[in-house]
């Protein structure tokens, strides 16, 4: 998958990335999921196949950035 950073930031948390996580819903009904490398979330979060899975980057300073939607 090719990843477009928007910010420094988002490049910065994906580079220094520890976990990944795949978040779906708002507010109260949002799910999240950790997994160790990126291609686990993606992996994940195209199981549902509607483009709504959020991807984000976190590092071990607690870092994280939204990196993409699968």
Do not use: W
């Not at 483009?51 to 870092?63: D, L, Q």
């Amino acid at each position: 998958m090719q990843i477009s950073f928007q910010t420094p930031h988002e490049e910065f948390c994906f580079k220094t990335a520890t976990s990944f996580s795949v978040a779906r819903g708002r507010g109260a009904k949002r799910t999240r999921k950790l997994f160790l490398s990126f291609d686990q979330a993606i992996a994940h979060g195209k199981t549902f196949q509607d483009g709504k899975s959020m991807i984000y980057a976190i590092n071990e300073m607690g870092n994280n950035a939204h990196i993409c939607n699968v």
